[in-house]
C-alpha cells in the first residue's frame, strides 16, 4: 500500500483525535532523511481535501473538523451555495463575504455557521483546493492605463483588472480570453492578463466562438490522440470473437435521432412463451478500445462527456472511435456489453438477467420518426418495408407499457417538459425553433435504457465491489416546504409537504393534476429548482427521482465517461468472479476523484448546451422585434417578471415598463401588486407582451406589456 493509502486510511480507522506532525513522525516511524518526502505526501492530500491541517499545526480528515468539501456554484446576484462531495450533505449557503475570495466551481472546504432556526444551513470558505477558472471570457472595457474584462459568465460575479501593458492587440469591447494572473480576494477584484482575442463586437459566428472558450471547452483532438485512434485495427481478432457470446444471429436493431451517428445502444427482444419475453439491451464495448490510462483514455477523462451544441458536437472520443469502431453501425460486426432481461408479463415482474460481453450485427437503424410512423401512425408502408421486425417492434411497445406503469406504481417523477431544438440554415443562422418529441419511440428506448442501468447497478452493488452510481438525493427540507407554499397559490397540495418530507410518488401526482394547464410548465420548473441535482458517485444512496434503490449510468460509454468506467469494471467482476484487493483498493482511492470529476464535466457541459440554445434563441426572437405574443409568466422578482412565450422563447418585463402603477414585490407570495389598482402579476399567469428589445450580446429578450 502507498504512503499515501496508509496515511489516509490511518486517519479514516485509528486516529482518534488531531496529531501534530511530530506525532506523526513517530506513529509512522519516519527517519530523518524521509521525513521531507512524507512531509510533502500530506501537503498533496492537504490540497485535495482529504486532510485538513488547523491554524494550530494539528492534522486530521475534515469532517471530523466539522468542515465541508465541495464546489461553489455562484449565484449572479453574488451569494453561493457549496455543492457538497457527499451527496447526503445538503447545499451550504454562503454570503458574498463568507466566499473569501472562491470563484464559481471553485473546490473548497467550508465550515458551518451558526444559523437561525429555520433557515438552511450557512458556511464560510476556509480553504481553496482547487481553482476551477484558470481563464476567462468577457469583454474587454478600457479605461486608459487600465481595463476591466466584464465576464460573460455572470456566475464569475467580479470583474478582472487588466493593466494597459497587458492588453496585447485588443481593444475596447472586444470579446477576450484572459488568463488570472492574481486570484480574487475579499475586497480585490482579481488581475489577468489578455491571451487571445476571439473578435470585436459584431463579428458573424462570435457568440458561439465566444461561448465554447468561456466554457473552457475542448477543441479538436490532438494529432497524438488522432494517431492513437488512427493505429486501432478494424478488425477483431478471431480469438476475441471466441471469448464472446456470439449474438450475431439474434435480430437487434438501433432506434435513434435523425441526425445521430454515435450508436451507444442496439435493442433486441425474443417471445419466450406467451406470457415471457427477453430483453437485450446491448452496448458498445468502448472499453476494448480505450484501455485505462492509455493516451485515449486520458483524453476521454479530461472531457467526460460528448457535449452537443446548437451548431455541432464536441464529442468525448475521436470520430474513427465514436462514428466508427464502436458505433453500432447495420450490418457491420461491433463489439458489445450486453445485458439480457427476462420478463414475465402477467402479473408483470423480472424474472431473471445475464450480462455477458458479446459480438452483434444490427439488422436495422431506424429513427424515431420511423418507429412513430409504425406503431402509433399505422403506416403500412413502413410496416411492410420492415416486416420481418415489425413484430418485435410491437412487442417492445407491449414491454414498455409494463416497464411504464411499473415506473408508475413505485412513484417515479416522470417530467414532460418540452425541449426545443433550433433549426439552422447554411449559414448557421436560427430559422425555426421546433418542439422535439417525446412520443412512445422514445419512450421506448428510454425504459429499456433504464432497465439496463438498474440491471447493471443492482449486480454490482450485492457483489459489494467499488463503483460509480448515478445518485439522486431526496430534496432539501426547507425547499420543498417552499415549493408546496408556492403551489397553494395555484389551490394544489403536496402530499407531506408541509413537513419538508416528500415521496417522489406525491410529486408525480402533482404533475398529473397541472398536466394540460396553463401552470404546468410552470410548476414543472419550479418543481425542478426544488429537487437535488443529479451527480455520480461511488456511494449508492439510490436514485430519488426514479424511485429506485440502484442505479447507474452503464448505457452511453461513447458519450459519457461514467459509463465506460462501469464496464471496465462489470467486465471485471464477470471475468474473474471478483476484484482482486488490490484492484478493489485502487478503484476506492481513484473513484471518489472520478465521481467528482465527471459530474463537474457534466454540469459544464449541461451549461453549454443550454447556453448555446438560449443565445440562439435570442438570435431567432430578433426578427419579431415589434410583434405582439401570448406568454406565461414563469418568474417573478423585485424587477420584473419573466414570461415565457409558446415557443419557450423567455424574456423580461421590467417593472419601470409597467405605467399604470407602483407595483411592490411581495416574495412570499411571488407576486407583483400594483399600489392603487391592486393589479396582481403572479406565477403561472397568461400575459400578452410586446417583443421590444433583443440583444444577442447580452442574451436577453425584453417585452412590455399590451394594454387592453
Not at 412520443?439 to 428506448?445: F, H
Request: net charge negative; aromatic share 8%.
Amino acid at each position: 500500500m502507498s504512503a499515501r493509502n496508509q496515511i489516509q486510511q490511518f486517519f479514516q480507522q485509528k486516529a482518534d483525535r488531531p496529531l501534530k506532525l511530530s506525532e506523526l513522525y513517530q506513529h509512522f516511524d519516519i527517519a530523518q532523511d524521509q521525513r521531507k518526502h512524507f512531509k510533502k505526501v500530506l501537503q498533496e492530500l492537504e490540497k485535495a481535501g482529504e486532510i485538513y491541517c488547523n491554524k494550530r499545526g494539528y492534522y486530521g480528515i475534515p469532517q471530523k473538523f466539522g468542515l465541508f468539501r465541495g464546489r461553489i456554484e455562484r449565484n449572479p446576484r453574488g451569494f453561493a451555495f457549496l455543492l457538497p462531495d457527499d451527496p447526503q450533505i445538503e447545499d451550504v449557503f454562503i454570503t458574498s463575504e463568507n466566499l473569501q475570495g472562491a470563484m464559481h466551481n471553485d473546490k473548497v472546504l467550508v465550515r458551518p455557521l451558526p444559523d437561525s432556526k429555520g433557515k438552511r444551513r450557512a458556511g464560510e470558505v476556509v480553504r481553496i483546493l482547487e481553482r476551477a477558472n484558470k481563464t476567462i471570457v468577457g469583454e474587454l472595457d478600457h479605461y486608459g492605463s487600465y481595463g476591466f474584462v466584464i465576464p460573460d459568465n455572470k456566475r464569475i460575479y467580479k470583474d478582472v483588472f487588466v493593466p494597459s501593458d497587458k492588453f496585447g492587440q485588443a481593444h475596447s469591447e472586444d470579446k477576450v480570453v484572459v488568463r488570472i494572473t492574481r486570484w480574487p480576494e475579499r475586497d480585490r477584484s482579481p488581475e489577468g492578463k489578455i491571451i487571445e482575442v476571439i473578435g470585436s463586437k459584431g463579428d458573424k459566428g462570435l457568440d458561439l466562438e465566444a461561448m465554447i472558450r468561456r466554457l473552457q471547452l475542448p477543441q479538436d483532438f490532438s494529432p497524438e490522440v488522432k494517431d492513437a485512434a488512427a493505429r486501432l485495427p478494424a478488425e477483431i481478432p478471431a480469438e476475441e470473437i471466441t471469448r464472446r457470446e456470439d449474438l450475431r444471429d439474434l435480430p437487434l436493431v438501433t432506434i435513434d435521432g435523425e441526425d445521430a451517428k454515435d450508436f451507444d445502444d442496439a435493442v433486441s427482444i425474443q417471445r419466450l412463451d406467451e406470457n415471457r419475453v427477453r430483453l437485450g439491451v446491448h452496448i458498445a464495448d468502448v472499453s476494448y478500445y480505450v484501455r485505462e490510462g492509455d493516451i485515449l483514455d486520458q483524453e476521454a477523462y479530461r472531457r467526460g462527456t460528448s457535449i452537443y451544441l446548437v451548431d455541432r458536437v464536441i464529442p468525448m472520443l475521436p470520430e474513427r472511435l465514436s462514428n466508427n469502431l464502436c458505433s453500432l453501425r447495420p450490418r457491420e460486426d461491433r463489439l458489445a456489453v450486453t445485458v439480457f432481461i427476462d420478463y414475465q408479463l402477467e402479473p408483470f415482474e423480472k424474472l431473471d438477467y445475464h450480462i455477458t460481453p458479446s459480438i452483434i450485427n444490427s439488422n436495422y437503424r431506424l429513427t424515431y420518426n420511423e418507429v412513430r410512423e409504425m406503431l402509433e401512425h399505422d403506416n403500412k408502408e413502413l410496416q411492410e418495408q420492415y416486416a420481418d421486425f415489425y413484430p418485435r417492434l410491437e412487442t417492445m411497445a407491449e414491454l414498455h407499457d409494463n416497464l411504464r406503469s411499473g415506473r408508475h406504481l413505485r412513484g417515479t417523477i416522470d417530467f414532460d417538459m418540452p425541449e426545443v431544438e433550433v433549426v439552422l440554415d447554411e449559414e448557421g443562422v436560427p430559422i425555426e425553433l421546433q418542439k422535439r418529441p417525446h412520443g412512445l419511440p422514445e419512450q421506448i428506448i428510454e425504459e429499456f435504457m433504464i432497465a439496463a442501468n438498474r440491471v447493471i447497478a443492482e449486480h454490482v452493488y450485492w457483489q459489494e465491489e467499488p463503483f460509480i452510481y448515478r445518485v439522486h438525493d431526496k430534496p432539501d427540507p426547507e425547499r420543498i416546504k417552499t415549493f408546496n407554499e408556492f403551489i397553494h397559490n395555484f389551490g394544489y397540495h403536496l402530499k407531506g409537504g408541509h413537513n419538508g418530507e416528500v415521496h417522489p410518488g406525491a410529486l408525480q401526482q402533482l404533475l398529473e393534476k397541472v398536466a394540460g394547464t396553463d401552470r404546468e410548465n410552470i410548476v414543472e420548473s419550479m418543481m425542478l429548482r426544488s429537487l437535488s441535482k443529479a451527480i455520480y458517485s461511488p456511494v449508492n444512496i439510490g436514485h430519488f427521482g426514479l424511485s429506485l434503490d440502484y442505479y447507474c449510468h452503464f448505457t452511453s460509454p461513447i458519450r459519457r465517461y461514467p459509463d465506460l468506467v462501469a464496464h471496465r469494471i462489470i467486465k471485471e467482476i464477470i471475468a474473474r468472479g471478483k476484484l482482486s484487493a488490490g484492484r478493489r483498493q485502487e478503484l476506492e482511492n481513484t473513484l471518489p476523484e472520478t465521481a467528482d470529476h465527471c459530474s463537474l464535466q457534466e454540469r459544464q457541459a449541461m451549461e453549454a448546451e443550454r447556453d448555446s440554445v438560449e443565445l440562439k434563441k435570442v438570435e431567432y426572437m430578433q426578427q419579431f422585434v415589434g410583434e405582439e405574443f401570448t406568454g406565461i409568466i414563469n418568474g417573478v422578482t423585485g424587477f420584473g417578471f419573466f414570461v415565457q412565450l409558446e415557443n419557450t422563447a423567455e424574456g423580461l418585463v421590467h417593472v419601470e415598463d409597467l405605467t399604470d402603477d407602483y407595483y411592490q414585490y411581495r416574495e412570499d407570495q411571488q407576486i407583483l401588486i400594483g399600489e392603487r389598482t391592486k393589479n396582481i402579476y403572479r406565477l403561472g399567469d397568461k400575459v400578452e407582451v410586446k417583443l421590444v428589445r433583443a440583444s444577442v450580446e447580452e442574451r436577453k429578450l425584453d417585452f412590455i406589456v399590451v394594454d387592453d
